[in-house]
């Protein structure tokens, strides 16, 4: 026999899925706490006894994803290479799942809009700027500090996912925002690998 706890973890997993569904399929405004309640078999009481709101409910599904698209993005990382090849490729893996309706609903179109910008960029830093810290850094004199850089960067790519976001056909846009993206990163992984004088 399951404990309570066994049972509150169950609970709030299956809103948890339910709403990830039901956010991906209908969006954010065309949710409501009704649906989630009926596809997670659970009273609407249910639902706020573990998530205090819609919004939160949504924060928690966001930062769910993101951390799927944090353990794809790991597992497509290449073992061999510069570290702006392992960007490259992070980067390229990340515009294709940004093309997955899923992803584009809640974490492009929805995510800035329920969470706020500022909620929004601070959960995409945490999951991702270590990840581009650590491969410019891997081309990079040692002891050079390239956070800064990890930082505009994060910038230039949270850019190049909303404009892929907008594109009737995101799958027909990923190439060349790819494209320009890499030569972006490639730029600024040769300047801090460059040697000062």
């Given at each position: 026999?399951?404990?309570?706890?066994?049972?509150?973890?169950?609970?709030?997993?299956?809103?948890?899925?339910?709403?990830?569904?039901?956010?991906?399929?209908?969006?954010?405004?065309?949710?409501?706490?009704?649906?989630v309640?009926?596809?997670?078999?659970?009273?609407?009481?249910?639902?706020?006894?573990?998530?205090?709101?819609?919004?939160?409910?949504?924060?928690?599904?966001?930062?769910?994803?993101?951390?799927?698209?944090?353990?794809e993005?790991?597992?497509?990382?290449?073992?061999?290479?510069?570290?702006?090849?392992?960007?490259?490729?992070?980067?390229?893996?990340?515009?294709?799942?940004?093309?997955?309706?899923?992803?584009?609903?809640?974490?492009?179109?929805?995510?800035?809009?329920?969470?706020?910008?500022?909620?929004?960029?601070?959960?995409?830093s945490?999951?991702?700027l270590?990840?581009?810290?650590?491969?410019?850094?891997?081309?990079?004199?040692?002891?050079?500090?390239?956070?800064?850089?990890?930082?505009?960067?994060?910038?230039?790519?949270?850019?190049?996912?909303?404009?892929?976001?907008?594109?009737?056909?995101?799958?027909?846009?990923?190439?060349?925002?790819?494209?320009?993206?890499?030569?972006?990163?490639?730029?600024?992984?040769?300047?801090?690998?460059?040697?000062?004088?």
């Open positions: 026999m399951a404990t309570q706890a066994e049972r509150r973890t169950a609970t709030r997993g299956a809103i948890r899925t339910a709403a990830r569904h039901l956010f991906a399929e209908r969006g954010f405004a065309g949710t409501s706490i009704d649906d309640a009926v596809a997670a078999g659970v009273k609407k009481g249910g639902v706020y006894h573990h998530f205090e709101s819609k919004e939160r409910l949504f924060e928690e599904v966001f930062r769910w994803l993101e951390d799927d698209l944090y353990d993005l790991l597992a497509a990382l290449p073992e061999e290479g510069s570290g702006v090849d392992r960007l490259v490729a992070g980067t390229r893996t990340f515009l294709k799942c940004c093309v997955d309706r899923h992803v584009r609903q809640i974490v492009l179109v929805d995510g800035p809009n329920v969470l706020g910008w500022e909620l929004w960029r601070q959960i995409d945490e999951h991702f270590p990840l581009v810290v650590a491969g410019l850094a891997a081309d990079a004199p040692a002891g050079t500090d390239v956070t800064l850089l990890g930082h505009l960067l994060i910038g230039a790519m949270d850019e190049a996912v909303m404009l892929l976001a907008a594109e009737d056909d995101p799958a027909d846009a990923i190439v060349g925002i790819g494209d320009g993206l890499e030569a972006v990163l490639r730029a600024v992984a040769a300047s801090v690998a460059e040697p000062r004088h």
